[in-house]
Each structure stands twice: as C-alpha cells, then as structure tokens.
C-alpha cells in the first residue's frame, strides 16, 4: 500500500472556481505534509508545508490537515490559468524523512 | 528566496560519453538529493546524501552513477558512460538540517545522442 494516494484527476475547471486537491495517507507517524507544485519541464516548487492538524493559508491557497481521518486537501481559490500544473502531496515524520516518492499527482487545468 | 541552482540547462551529449551534472544546493541545507524524470512519467528519486556519503540509492543508482560534494557550495551528478535511456530531465533537491521540506531546482535536460 503507498503511503499517500492522490485523487489522479486529471481536473479541469474554469477560471476563478474554487480547486479542491485530495489526499489520503496511511503512515500514521506522519507529522509533516507538503504540497508541490510542477509546471511542465520545470522542477517541483514547494507550495505549502503543513505540520499537524489544521489549515494553513497562503494568499490563495489553503492546505488543510485532518489527522483523525488521515486527509490532507488544498484548496485553490479563484483560480487562475497560470494554476495549470500537476499537484504532488506528500507526508512525512517518524522513520519515513528522506527522498519523496512522487506518484502521477493531480494535473490541474485551468481554462479561460 | 534562496533557491538550488542546476547548471547547465540542458545537456547533449554523445552515447557513451561522461557527462557531470552540476547543482548549488541552498547554502545552509545539510542534505542533498538527485532525481530524474523521463519525459511523460513521474519523478524518481536517484540518491540521497548527507555528511559527505550516500544516505540511500534506489536501483536506477548503479554503478555508472556518482555523486560528489567537491566543495562547499556544489553537489555534482555524474553518469559514467551515458546510453540512451539516461535521457530525462535531472533535478537536484535539499533540505536544511531542521528537517524541512525539500528544495527544487529547475533541473537539467539531459539528451543522450
């Protein structure tokens, strides 16, 4: 069982509509959750570092921790066309703080 | 923002041949990490390295790969006799000694001729 799986969208959703990305986890010595950003051939950009429960926001962005349920969501509000990308989340702590396991993530569509 | 840097952006090199892949990690980061992804697919983790040795290596880190901190300030990846299959896009990532999130940088296209 992976560690963190992701909705796999893809999602595609009109300019200026709220974007809800999902995830769920397994480990629960996980402590710390990140979501990454990746525009096509560029690197991962680091979005938003969470740790434990709660939300955390960043102008339009929302990350939200739900360790009871082992969720994790980024909300993106007001979506722009410059938010195409794929989404990548990823937990961390107890034993598990090394390299990251990238799946597919979610590829976000914004249109005009 | 300090940010991790990877020189250069994109590499051509003949099959066969030793290529070097050069990254200025964030310069107060501890550990420090190659991965690679293959155009279409999802990003793999290389290696990972910290106080001067590799921490871990997946299976794709074979014996034609690398890694070196030869000073300070650079991490260096470097593929002995390059094939083919080694055509991807590289990036180099680190972490800072607290355990925070890892960094990206932009990455070098490399293309195996």
């Known amino acids: 069982q992976k560690e963190v799986e992701q909705d796999p969208g893809p999602l595609s959703v009109p300019e200026g509509a709220i974007v809800s990305l999902n995830c769920t986890y397994s480990n629960s010595a996980f402590q710390y959750f990140m979501w990454y950003r990746q525009y096509s051939r560029k690197g991962p950009e680091l979005l938003m570092y969470t740790y434990s429960s709660g939300n955390k926001e960043d102008g339009r962005f929302t990350a939200q921790v739900d360790k009871s349920s082992k969720y994790i969501s980024l909300f993106i509000r007001d979506s722009q066309p410059s938010d195409s990308a794929t989404y990548l989340c990823f937990g961390a702590g107890g034993t598990s703080y090394g390299k990251l396991t990238f799946g597919q993530g979610t590829i976000l569509t914004v249109h005009p | 923002e300090p940010e991790v840097t990877q020189t250069p952006s994109h590499q051509v090199t003949q099959m066969g041949q030793e290529v070097i892949l050069r990254c200025v990690p964030i310069?107060?980061?501890?550990?420090f990490y190659w991965y690679r992804q293959i155009l279409g697919q999802k990003v793999e983790f290389l290696v990972s390295f910290y106080n001067n040795e590799i921490s871990e290596k997946s299976e794709i880190f074979d014996d034609q790969f690398s890694v070196e901190r030869p000073d300070g300030s650079n991490f260096t990846l470097k593929i002995r006799s390059t094939k083919l299959e080694d055509s991807a896009m590289y990036f180099c990532?680190?972490?800072?000694?607290?355990?925070?999130?890892?960094?990206f940088g932009d990455g070098t296209r490399l293309s195996i001729l």
């Open positions: 990532a680190s972490r800072d000694p607290s355990l925070g999130p890892q960094h």
């Open positions: 310069s107060n980061h501890l550990y």
